[in-house]
């Protein structure tokens, strides 16, 4: 808290001063502006650290108006710090339109067990399909056999298609293997 705000008194002073502790600041946005605040009349104001312009940044207003700056009226701030700064605000395509598809997320999970190697027999542990029930409480948690079989599918699946691409090639292939 500044100097500024610490100095003031009097019971609307007291509020804003609380409504200005740096311990309610979640917002990505106050990274770019200053930590200390600074009392413009009677109103708390958070500083840009590229212009050093001033911003009401109450618990009222909120800090759309500090993202707005940063996101759009800043000039003085680098344009790549710009574009950091909006990407990390910006939802990712799969957030929007979310169709749940359990077929494509069997598929996801044989992927992902083939590729970190986990034991068939903790689909089957309690905390799993607990955790799994949290995410998508309409999605059915297979079996160890089932996810067993889906990998197997998948392998045959890969094992084919490499073959159909082997079959295609103009040139000779020599595999080799340890046994």
């Given at each position: 808290?500044?100097?500024?705000?610490?100095?003031?008194?009097?019971?609307?002073?007291?509020?804003?001063?609380?409504?200005?502790?740096?311990?309610?600041?979640?917002?990505?946005?106050?990274?770019?502006?200053?930590?200390?605040?600074?009392?413009?009349?009677?109103?708390?104001?958070?500083?840009?650290?590229?212009?050093?312009?001033?911003?009401?940044?109450?618990?009222?207003?909120?800090?759309?108006?500090?993202?707005?700056?940063?996101?759009?009226?800043?000039?003085?701030?680098?344009?790549e710090?710009?574009?950091?700064?909006?990407a990390?605000?910006?939802?990712?395509?799969?957030?929007?339109?979310?169709?749940?598809d359990?077929?494509?997320?069997?598929?996801?999970?044989?992927?992902?067990?083939?590729?970190?190697?986990?034991?068939?027999?903790?689909?089957?542990?309690?905390?799993?399909?607990?955790?799994?029930?949290?995410?998508?409480?309409?999605?059915?948690?297979?079996?160890?056999?089932?996810?067993?079989?889906?990998?197997?599918?998948?392998?045959?699946?890969?094992?084919d298609?490499?073959?159909?691409?082997?079959?295609?090639?103009?040139?000779?292939?020599?595999?080799?293997?340890?046994?």
């Open positions: 808290m500044s100097a500024n705000v610490a100095e003031s008194s009097g019971t609307r002073d007291a509020v804003d001063a609380a409504s200005a502790t740096p311990h309610g600041r979640r917002s990505k946005v106050w990274v770019h502006f200053e930590q200390d605040l600074v009392l413009v009349g009677d109103v708390p104001k958070a500083v840009c650290k590229y212009c050093a312009m001033k911003l009401t940044c109450t618990r009222r207003s909120g800090t759309s108006s500090l993202l707005s700056h940063i996101s759009e009226s800043c000039r003085l701030i680098e344009t710090v710009r574009d950091r700064f909006l990390t605000l910006k939802k990712k395509a799969s957030d929007v339109g979310f169709f749940f359990p077929k494509k997320i069997r598929q996801l999970m044989t992927k992902f067990c083939i590729h970190a190697k986990v034991a068939f027999r903790k689909f089957e542990d309690p905390y799993f399909e607990e955790w799994m029930d949290s995410i998508q409480p309409t999605f059915k948690v297979v079996g160890r056999q089932t996810v067993r079989n889906d990998c197997i599918l998948t392998h045959d699946e890969i094992k298609q490499l073959k159909l691409e082997i079959q295609g090639l103009d040139s000779l292939i020599c595999l080799t293997s340890d046994m």
